[in-house]
């Protein structure tokens, strides 16, 4: 089965590598950047095929797949390509499983998948996507639940000054999680709020302290769970959100050009080039994905908190990212059960649609299980949880 991943950066690259040492798979990966290339061909010790080309549209995308004549596709490109290369494979009519974090609504696209014929899993990374997965399958499980809560964090091992950060994926849409208005459920409502709003000291277990604040990743889960309250949050360590607000505030996100010496600069294309090189891992560099997903409602006759907790570190013995490795297992694992035929239904499905298909998600825990990433579960009696104030501190677990 030939398939054909878009995108060989930090996630795409290892994605391939995946796909590649799956029996009966044979992998090519586009990319229009030789050294990102080069990495996918390294990091697949020479088993995928890789082709330069340029996948950025829906146009181009669709010729890239009839030209490869692929039978799946993975896109693993940066979010402002997403949703019109979703509608070039779309229009391929080939199965296709995104993780490029769009912007725009991917539901959008649902008719002419269905038109088409073909499965098609958007956001299917971590968070979004493992996320989502697990929180599906808690509102499935509990009685009346009421509450859903996800924290997430990626982020280098040891702590640099000033940043306090470093970037596993595209720098660009890390900003863009920065300035994207942040939805959440509250008493049934969707609500909005400041991304990078409302912090707290978390203090994660084999970690340490960190800080978590509001950004958009809720998404779909925000109108297909009937869960009166959900919320998502972001994890850093302690200082760096502070800093994205200062930078935010004085306007170098902004895409607006603004007049320099006579000549039109957008900021944020500065700020890329001078902040971006301090974001970028240097080879080898220890990297962490923490993560818990927590629900709580009713359960026969008491009140229980079900919950999933990831902690994940750099693979020394691949090389592979902690990041890098928890986004794309999710992804190719899916492309995998759509190979299987346990993903078939036409349309473009939100990951925790999934919860709801009969083996699915017990086979996307399998196969991060046998490669070392384990979402840990837990049920215990819990009552209904407090918010937390700013600046209180607490235990993720």
């Known amino acids: 089965m030939r398939v054909l991943v878009l995108g060989a950066g930090m996630v795409g690259s290892v994605a391939a590598a995946d796909l590649a040492a799956t029996p009966g798979f044979e992998v090519t990966v586009a990319d ?75 539901r959008e696209h649902d008719r002419a998948a269905r038109r088409a014929g073909v499965p098609v899993v958007a956001d299917c990374g971590v968070a979004p996507g493992m996320s989502n997965m697990l929180a599906g399958w808690a509102a499935r499980t509990l009685e009346r639940c009421h509450t859903i809560e996800i924290m997430v964090g990626g982020l280098p091992r040891t702590r640099h000054w000033p940043w306090q950060y470093k970037a596993p994926f595209s720098h660009h849409d890390v900003i863009e999680e920065y300035v994207r208005p942040s939805r959440m459920v509250e008493n049934g409502k969707v609500v909005v709020r400041e991304a990078l709003s409302e912090p707290e000291l978390v203090t994660v277990p084999g970690v340490g302290t960190l800080e978590a604040f509001y950004t958009d990743g809720l998404r779909s889960l925000a109108d297909t769970l009937k869960v009166p309250n959900m919320r998502e949050k972001t994890m850093r360590w302690p200082g760096h959100a502070e800093l994205m607000r200062t930078l935010r505030h004085l306007g170098l996100f902004s895409h607006e050009p603004v007049d320099v010496a006579g000549r039109k600069v957008r900021p944020i294309d500065l700020t890329a080039k001078l902040l971006f090189p301090h974001w970028t891992y240097e080879e080898g560099e220890s990297d962490i994905t923490v993560m818990s997903v927590r629900a709580w409602g009713r359960l026969g006759n008491r009140d229980v908190r079900l919950a999933w907790t990831l902690h994940d570190e750099l693979d020394r013995t691949t090389g592979f990212p902690s990041m890098s490795r928890t986004t794309a297992f999710p992804a190719t694992s899916v492309l995998r059960q759509i190979a299987a035929g346990k993903v078939r239904t036409p349309g473009v499905h939100a990951p925790e649609a999934l919860a709801g298909m009969r083996g699915v998600l017990d086979a996307v825990l399998a196969d991060q299980r046998a490669r070392g990433v384990e979402y840990r579960p837990w049920l215990e009696a819990a009552a209904a949880p407090r918010t937390a104030k700013r600046g209180t501190r607490r235990t993720a677990r």
């Open 32 to 106: 229009t950047d030789r050294k990102s290339l080069e990495r996918a061909r390294t990091r697949s010790r020479g088993a995928v095929r890789t082709l330069t080309a340029d996948a950025g549209g829906a146009a181009k995308a669709a010729a890239l797949v009839r030209r490869t004549k692929a039978d799946l596709v993975l896109g693993a490109l940066p979010s402002r390509f997403g949703f019109d290369v979703m509608g070039g494979v779309i229009s391929a009519r080939r199965p296709y499983v995104d993780i490029s974090f769009m912007p725009e609504d991917f």
